[in-house]
């Protein structure tokens, strides 16, 4: 499974993860799901145990057409790829392709991560599909 970035790819996991173990009952265990369950379980343990601790200040904001915001990168991360990692996998919203052409979820236009004070923070500009 993909790395789960936001509540609703958490929930539809727990979903997943119950309709696994419902197969499990019925067919028994094989190492293919061990492996899925297994990498399941880790994704959604590592978005439970985040650090939400971060900051979102929108410092523009353009109505419909998005923000810039100034976001907090947790302060357990102490260098500067790791903080871009971070954000990528975390607090970035993917472009993500629907059935129809507006979806009207937020996409992250660009980022940029710095250091400020000994902590490190994000530009981030945010548009909505629409």
Not at 10 to 22: D, H, K
Not at 44 to 60: E, S
């Amino acid at each position: 499974m993909q790395t789960i970035k936001n509540d609703r790819d958490f929930r539809v996991g727990y979903e997943l993860l119950s309709m696994m173990t419902e197969a499990i009952a019925q067919d028994g265990m094989t190492i293919e799901r061990y492996r899925r369950i297994t990498s399941l379980k880790r994704n959604l343990r590592q978005y439970a145990n985040r650090d939400t601790r971060f900051d979102r200040r929108i410092i523009k904001d353009d109505g419909m057409d998005g923000f810039i915001a100034l976001e907090r990168i947790p302060d357990d991360i102490k260098d500067l790829d790791e903080a871009k990692k971070y954000f990528d996998r975390f607090m970035s919203f993917p472009r993500t392709n629907g059935m129809y052409d507006c979806t009207g979820r937020p996409v992250t236009n660009w980022f940029k991560v710095f250091r400020r004070l000994g902590r490190y923070y994000a530009y981030h500009s945010v548009s909505f599909d629409v």
